[in-house]
């Protein structure tokens, strides 16, 4: 059982298009800069990685996470070239913050007599996307970091049930106060930039990010970019925030037995790879259990170390990456990776780009409250 990929959207802090964000992938190219959104001077971390669209005055708007969900979606069906239809395609958005950063931004401006009202209709995705005669019923998933490739797999579950023969996937997320401010008070130590699987990381930086796909029933159009096999998911719910390997190797071994592949298969990993002391350490040794017996391991890197955290679309921008990496024969470096931690001394990381022969890729996708996906595609014939 396989679902084609026909249409790809993406826009984050180092590119306004899948090839574009893959290209400054390749060259070692970071988002990361000085923290603009709002005062950094009351954080330790000064850093993030934000999409540069606030204009000359430099100043934060509402409805970002928003209008560039409405871009990703307008851009992934047209690059489907989709026949002229009737019929609607569902929508499944996966966030972690929603419009959280526009209630923050009228909560700040709510005692000032020339605050404009905030429409609650407006913090719905849907309302966005009422003008678009195309797009059908929209569902937002909201489950941490992991939530795009949650949508993922529920859109495969749509097309099996027989409700649909298209779904538009997507995820977005801009940079709100409060979550920011809550990472930087719970990490130990102050990063300046994301450092995935090296003994240097410091933790996790936020970045921005949206993120879509338009998947399609086997058969119904030509391969598309990529075939998507499986998406394994599962949420063990042991802790709030540190990941529990025995769930993290069951997802990885159920998205395999559902995709119908073995580890040998595997040729690249794109891993979660969220710069934290515990998550890296955790999926490092997990996956070091997976393919250690193999005598050549898949290739793996961690995007995040150039587009910093895109929370709940992180998934679905790995997957994108992985799609353009398959048809290039390319493996994007892991920015940052000097010093290997000890836990991925079994593994074949990126340390640079490199060449490679890549035709299935594994994508890894952990979130808070032991939230986890993990899904595989294979290349496309054309």
């Not at 009228?106 to 209709?121: E, G």
Request: hydrophobic letters at 45%.
């Amino acid at each position: 059982m396989s679902w084609e990929i026909s249409g790809m959207a993406a826009v984050a802090s180092i590119g306004d298009s899948p090839d574009r964000i893959f290209d400054a992938l390749c060259a070692g190219r970071s988002g990361v800069g000085r923290l603009r959104a709002f005062d950094a001077t009351r954080y330790r971390t000064r850093h993030a990685y934000e999409i540069d669209d606030r204009g000359p005055e430099d100043i934060d708007h509402p409805f970002r996470a928003t209008r560039w969900l409405r871009a990703v979606v307008e851009q992934a069906l047209a690059d489907a070239e989709l026949p002229p239809t009737t019929d609607q395609y569902p929508l499944l958005v996966g966030t972690t913050l929603r419009e959280q950063r526009s209630v923050e931004l009228w909560w700040k401006q709510a005692n000032s007599p020339s605050a404009p009202q905030l429409d609650p209709r407006r913090l719905d995705f849907a309302a966005a996307l009422r003008e678009d005669p195309r797009i059908g019923a929209v569902h937002t998933v909201a489950s941490a970091c992991a939530a795009s490739l949650y949508a993922l797999g529920m859109a495969t579950d749509l097309i099996e049930l027989g409700r649909a023969d298209t779904v538009i996937v997507a995820g977005t997320d801009s940079i709100t106060e409060s979550a920011f401010g809550t990472i930087d008070r719970v990490q130990s130590g102050v990063p300046s930039a994301v450092r995935p699987f090296d003994s240097g990381r410091a933790g996790m930086i936020m970045g921005e990010g949206a993120v879509a796909v338009v998947l399609r029933r086997a058969g119904t159009g030509d391969s598309g970019y990529a075939r998507l096999r499986g998406v394994g998911m599962n949420c063990d719910a042991r802790h709030a925030t540190a990941p529990d390997p025995a769930s993290i190797r069951a997802v990885i071994t159920d998205a395999h037995k559902r995709a119908g592949v073995g580890v040998e298969d595997i040729d690249l990993v794109m891993l979660h790879g969220s710069g934290t002391q515990l998550n890296d350490a955790v999926e490092a040794s997990v996956l070091a259990d997976v393919f250690g017996a193999l005598d050549s391991p898949p290739a793996m890197t961690a995007i995040k170390s150039m587009t910093g955290h895109t929370l709940g679309g992180s998934g679905l921008l790995s997957l994108i990456m992985a799609v353009i990496a398959m048809r290039r024969g390319q493996v994007p470096p892991i920015l940052g990776l000097t010093d290997p931690i000890a836990e991925a001394a079994p593994l074949r990381l990126a340390g640079e780009t490199v060449r490679a022969d890549l035709a299935v890729a594994q994508i890894d996708a952990f979130g808070f409250g032991g939230i986890n996906a993990v899904a595989v595609i294979e290349k496309g014939r054309t």
